[in-house]
T-cell receptor
Framework: GQNIDQPTEMTATEGAIVQINCTYQ??????LFWYQQHAGEAPTFLSY????GLEEKGRFSSFLSRSKGYSYLLLKELQMKDSASYLCAVRDQASGTYKYIFGTGTRLKVLA | DTEVTQTPKHLVMGMTNKKSLKCEQHMGHRAMYWYKQKAKKPPELMFV???????INESVPSRFSPECPNSSLLNLHLHALQPEDSALYLC?????????????FGQGTRLTVV
């Protein structure tokens, strides 16, 4: 089966740094994606990891450890507009077809 | 063009109605997906189409019937739905292969079953 877990809610202050963790168990791991979703809107792609290590993209960085089944998204210099849900998604290939399975999601509130 | 377009944006239907949700992309993606998302929950995968063929059905009730008429279009036909089926229905597409190929999502159809 598949299990992808994230903290439900986090709160941080404008200008700060926040780390959102994701742990996963899947049988056909083929990459880990982070998406941002504002309420009532579509998820938008933030970052991708398939090999171990850190990927940096501006204010956002994502880390992956495949042996530990662990990833995190790091958001720096937080802005009010970063208040959103952050979704960790594993691309799974166990059935021979790629599918994107989402974690439980983390609602981030950025306070002034 | 990196857009996935879904219509309608909002839909209210009765439990005896038949309606369809539509999704369109022109990115040349050959994998297309339907997800269901309830409030404050993550998207749940319903169906995957690969090269216009249904590859994955995540045990979705038969009152939801997907269709992929061509490589750019994906439909979801709805019949005899229940109030608990009210949700945001998201369509997504991706290149079929692996690599750095994220799934692109449409804005969704917010469905209310009355």
């Amino acid at each position: 089966g598949q299990n992808i877990d994230q903290p439900t809610e986090m709160t941080a202050t404008e200008g700060a740094i926040v780390q959102i963790n994701c742990t996963y168990q899947t049988s056909g791991f083929n990459g880990l994606f982070w998406y941002q979703q504002h309420a009532g809107e579509a998820p938008t792609f933030l970052s991708y990891n398939v090999l171990d290590g850190l990927e940096e993209k501006g204010r956002f960085s994502s880390f992956l450890s495949r042996s530990k089944g662990y990833s995190y998204l790091l958001l720096k210099e937080l802005q009010m507009k970063d208040s959103a849900s952050y979704l960790c998604a594993v691309r799974d290939q166990a059935s021979g077809t790629y599918k994107y399975i989402f974690g439980t999601g983390t609602r981030l509130k950025v306070l002034a | 063009d990196t857009e996935v377009t879904q219509t309608p944006k909002h839909l209210v239907m009765g439990m005896t109605n038949k309606k369809s949700l539509k999704c369109e992309q022109h990115m040349g993606h050959r994998a297309m997906y339907w997800y269901k998302q309830k409030a404050k929950k993550p998207p749940e995968l319903m169906f995957v189409y690969s090269y216009e063929k249904l590859s994955i059905n995540e045990s979705v009730p038969s009152r939801f019937s997907p269709e992929c008429p061509n490589s750019s279009l994906l439909n979801l036909h709805l019949h005899a739905l229940q109030p608990e089926d009210s949700a945001l229905y998201l369509c997504a597409s991706s290149l079929r292969g692996g690599g750095n190929t994220e799934a692109f999502f449409g804005q969704g159809t917010r469905l209310t079953v009355v």
